[in-house]
């Protein structure tokens, strides 16, 4: 699987959004972009995934680079209860190896 | 809620003991995954299993063997724990429809955590 790399941490203004990025410049064809999130220390949660097209759901916004090297996450309205480790992961579709990095430490303040 | 349950979800244990920690699932998702989050830090993957009797290592499997002798079920085990072991454990399952040829979104639904104390 692709590594990817993120900023250790943000901060975002309530309200706000909220744009994270993700470099992941040895994806392969394949390879499909996912995004996940941690709050304090529950398991983490999936939001949103993509391959070449921008994605949206009733989470967030996924945006994908033409090149398919770096991606956003964008919360469009960020709230106190977003503060969490985002994390972005590159894997095949059909399932097999995972890797997690250190993910962001998104803090939204008041 | 893909029905995943962890057990236990707290164990203290001494250095040199055995300890499996369990993982059950409940809809007979075929790939299950063992990481573990040490404080400050994203989740690394110990082992996997890609069916009944199928499992391969991950980036940290050094200490750890798994086993998978049937679907809904994937144990860890720590042969002789370490201090260093001391973790939460985090089980996943990768979701997928179970129609062939329908596509499936491959994502991750992870369970609650099993937090480890090796002393």
């Known amino acids: 699987d692709a590594k990817t790399t993120q900023p250790p941490s943000m901060d975002c203004a309530e309200g706000r959004a909220a744009n994270l990025p993700c470099n992941h410049s040895?994806?392969?064809?394949?390879?499909?972009v996912y995004w996940y999130r941690q709050i304090h220390s529950q398991g983490p949660q999936y939001i949103i995934h993509?391959?070449?097209n921008n994605e949206t759901n009733e989470m967030a916004s996924l945006i994908i680079t033409e090149d398919r090297k770096s991606s956003t996450l964008i919360l469009p309205h960020a709230t106190l209860r977003d503060t969490a480790v985002y994390y972005c992961?590159?894997?095949?579709?059909?399932?097999?190896?995972?890797?997690f990095g250190d993910g962001t430490t998104l803090t939204v303040k008041p | 809620d893909a029905g995943i349950t962890q057990s236990p979800r707290h164990k203290v244990t001494e250095t040199g003991t055995p300890v499996t920690l369990r993982c059950h699932q409940t809809?007979?998702?075929?790939?299950m995954y063992w990481y573990r989050q040490d404080p400050g830090h994203g989740l690394r993957l110990i082992h996997y299993?890609?069916?009944?009797?199928?499992?391969d290592k991950g980036e940290v499997s050094d200490g750890y063997s798994v086993s998978r002798s049937k679907t809904e079920d994937f144990l860890l085990t720590l042969e002789s724990a370490t201090s260093s072991q001391t973790s939460v454990y985090f089980c996943?399952?990768?979701?997928?429809?179970?129609?062939?040829?329908?596509?499936?979104?491959?994502?991750?639904?992870f369970g609650e955590g099993s937090r480890l104390t090796v002393l």
């Open positions: 993509g391959l070449k």
């Open positions: 299993s890609y069916g009944v009797k199928d499992t």
């Open positions: 040895t994806i392969s064809g394949n390879e499909y």
């Open positions: 996943a399952i990768s979701v997928f429809p179970r129609t062939s040829g329908s596509g499936g979104t491959g994502e991750l639904f």
């Open positions: 809809e007979n998702h075929r790939y």
């Open positions: 992961i590159v894997r095949f579709h059909n399932a097999g190896k995972s890797t």
